[in-house]
């Protein structure tokens, strides 16, 4: 039992994962169909997780609305009704269905919308109430943001040429040194968890704790 | 003590009249449009460059990952990109990896938004240009997917096999298409990984504005043929060919708001610094 429940997804995950990396650096016909395969299941699998994921958000809220749980029962029962909703319109018609176009265009799109055009008011009253130079780190900051903002819109060539050129100086010297040591160390990060995941270092990822 | 309160006043202004003053300075465009000017950025024209090389006819894969979010954003940056195709007579083969919502762009694209160029270049679904849809997987999906299409799709969006869609003829794997255009958010380190850096895939960026400062390097580096970025973007694409449309129309407001932005931040530290100039001296009278 130990060997089905800790051992046996690490064996499939390390020979699977060395299939689909040596075909990454060995053009052979066989492997090269191999890992196709390997990759057309994780496409299922993927579809299969989205599953779950619905499921699992149905029974959350579902237990929130019969306990009704104080101060969040009602939202449940929006996002029972909206999901079923979509669920319905979209199996029934498919995604062309007018219904779940109506709904979509019509809801799903100006919601996320609102949500994005909020950053805008809370970015407008956090510039004036909050940016303030208390400090010359502060003040670096505040300037290159301000360089950034106004080079990011035609405007600002227009009021001094020296701001798009400052502008795309820091985009292309300070910001791009520090993304690219941060993506070199990313990379050899997830590197290492690769490694450690293949071989069966890392528990978690197969969803026991660090002990088992 | 009433030029001290003034100073006081406007450091602590209600946050209302901030917003107030917004929506009021984003208005104005909309009823009065000021047409500020418009310049083109050099990674944007070497995208509109590296697209108008291509030979007519060539075939394009055009991957959109990008949720209601930023549809804002990006929609206006592929009808720009996607009306050159179509003057171009482009074969274009649209697919989404990481975001299921963005399977509806491509149909709202040609259906709704370009439906008179369409219509104009008697364009035809399944022979000129077929949608995929969303394929899910994200990055396993992409990989898939270059190697063998058919793998990880058999149907287009709307359900009819591919073998019965004369455009899919043609494809086989993704060394097939000529190339590529991303656009969105959630997948372009994906598509990079995946699809550009094993296969040479020429590419180019539509991203959000605040994927901008994260995907310059790649357009530094000359991983990707040019770049672009927000509504920012879609007018300068807008510009470069000379065909008005929403990115243009909406610049207007977007650098009043901008514009507004750095006003608040200096006004914000003008009040700060005063204020705090002059509440010195008091204390310091005090502690006398």
Redo the contacts between chains.
């Keep these: 039992m130990s060997f089905i429940k800790r051992d046996l997804p690490v064996v499939i995950s390390f020979i699977l994962g060395i299939i689909v990396i040596t075909q990454y650096f060995w053009i052979d016909p066989t492997l090269t169909i191999t890992s196709t395969t390997i990759q057309g299941w994780a496409v299922v699998i993927w579809a299969f997780m989205m599953s779950i994921g619905v499921i699992n958000i149905f029974i959350r809220e579902t237990r929130s609305i019969i306990s009704k749980k104080a101060g969040q029962w009602y939202y449940s029962i929006i996002i029972v009704v909206f999901l079923s909703c979509m669920i319905l319109t979209g199996i029934i018609g498919t995604t062309n269905n007018p219904i779940y176009l109506y709904l979509f265009n019509n809801f799903n799109i100006p919601i996320n919308q609102a949500v994005a055009s909020l950053l805008a008011f809370f970015t407008i009253s956090a510039a004036f109430r909050a940016f303030k130079a208390r400090s010359l780190e502060v003040l670096v900051l505040l300037f290159s943001a301000c360089v950034v903002l106004l080079g990011n819109v035609p405007i600002g060539s227009t009021i001094s040429w020296t701001i798009p050129w400052t502008r795309d100086w820091i985009l292309n010297v300070p910001n791009l040194a520090y993304s690219r040591g941060i993506n070199a160390g990313a990379a050899l990060g997830i590197l290492g968890l690769g490694i450690r995941t293949l071989l069966g270092y890392q528990r978690s990822a197969y969803g026991m704790g660090a002990e088992e | 003590m009433t030029e001290k309160s003034i100073f006081s006043k406007l450091?602590?202004?209600d946050?209302r009249i901030?917003?107030l003053i917004?929506i009021a300075f984003c208005s104005i465009p909309v009823f009065y449009p000021l047409g500020?000017?418009?310049?083109v950025?050099k990674p944007t024209l070497d995208l509109v460059n590296a697209i108008k090389a291509l030979p007519d006819g060539s075939k394009i894969f055009f991957e959109d990952d990008y949720?209601?979010?930023g549809?804002?954003e990006v929609t206006p940056e592929c009808i720009a990109i996607v009306r050159l195709l179509i003057s171009k007579k482009m074969y274009i083969v649209f697919a989404s990896f990481y975001t299921?919502?963005a399977?509806?762009w491509p149909?709202y694209i040609f259906n709704v938004a370009l439906s008179k160029e369409v219509e104009a270049a008697n364009y035809k679904y399944g022979v000129n240009y077929a949608f995929l849809?969303f394929?899910?997987?994200?990055d396993?999906?992409v990989?898939?997917f270059c190697?063998?299409i058919r793998?990880?799709a058999n149907v287009d969006?709307?359900?009819t096999p591919l073998d019965q869609l004369p455009i899919m003829n043609n494809f086989e794997k993704i060394q097939d298409f000529n190339f590529c255009v991303t656009s969105g958010s959630t997948g372009l380190a994906g598509m990079l990984s995946q699809m550009q850096a094993?296969y040479k895939m020429p590419m180019v960026i539509l991203c959000m504005?605040n994927d901008?400062?994260?995907m310059?390097?790649y357009y530094?580096a000359g991983a990707i043929k040019g770049l672009t970025s927000g509504l920012?973007g879609a007018?300068e694409i807008e510009m470069a060919l000379n065909t008005p449309g929403e990115g243009m129309s909406s610049?207007d407001i977007?650098?009043g708001?901008?514009?507004?932005?750095?006003t608040?931040?200096?006004?914000?530290?003008i009040s700060?610094?005063v204020a705090k100039y002059r509440s010195k001296p008091l204390q310091e009278g005090n502690k006398r």
């Design positions: 450091d602590n202004i946050r901030l917003w917004f500020l000017p418009i310049t950025t949720t209601p979010l549809h804002q299921p919502e399977a509806l149909p849809g394929i899910p997987g994200g396993t999906s990989s898939a190697l063998k793998q990880v969006y709307y359900g094993p504005g901008y400062s994260n310059v390097r530094q920012r007018a610049m977007v650098q708001g901008f514009l507004l932005l750095v608040f931040i200096i006004i914000g530290n700060y610094f």
